[in-house]
């Protein structure tokens, strides 16, 4: 249950530079440079809802069942199929244009998305 909470952005690397190579538009970019991401996830087991609310006012729910394929989408809407493992206590997902992991490491959430060698990491502290 490591993951249950509300978690508040603290810091992110590589933000600009990611969401450019997945097409995020330069006026989406910009709001949400200083933007404090809100993440709110909810466990239960292998079970889980993980909520993201944008600076565009959009919130994405995904649900997902650990090692079982589930419906998702990204933050542009776009749907797809994947299924989230669990190694070593980090979530990891392919997104359709990105690796994501999710870990707990000194009371902070530690995001990784990865595509190619661009990373963006955000860290956030819970709330």
């Known amino acids: 249950m490591a993951f249950a909470g509300k978690w508040e952005t603290e810091t992110q690397e590589g933000y600009e530079e990611f969401c450019k190579l997945v097409g995020i538009p330069d006026d989406i970019i910009e709001k949400g440079r200083d933007y404090k991401l809100i993440t709110e996830v909810v466990q239960n087991g292998n079970e889980f809802s993980w909520s993201q609310l944008y600076p565009t006012n959009k919130s994405v729910t995904n649900k997902f069942v650990i090692d079982q394929e589930c419906d998702m989408e990204t933050i542009g809407g776009k749907k797809f199929k994947a299924t989230v ?16 992991t999710s870990e707990i490491s000194g009371g902070k959430l530690i995001e990784t998305s990865t595509v190619g060698s661009v990373v963006l990491k955000r860290t956030s502290k819970k709330i």
């Open 85 to 100: 493992t669990m190694e070593g206590g980090k979530l990891s997902t392919k997104f359709p244009k990105y690796h994501h």
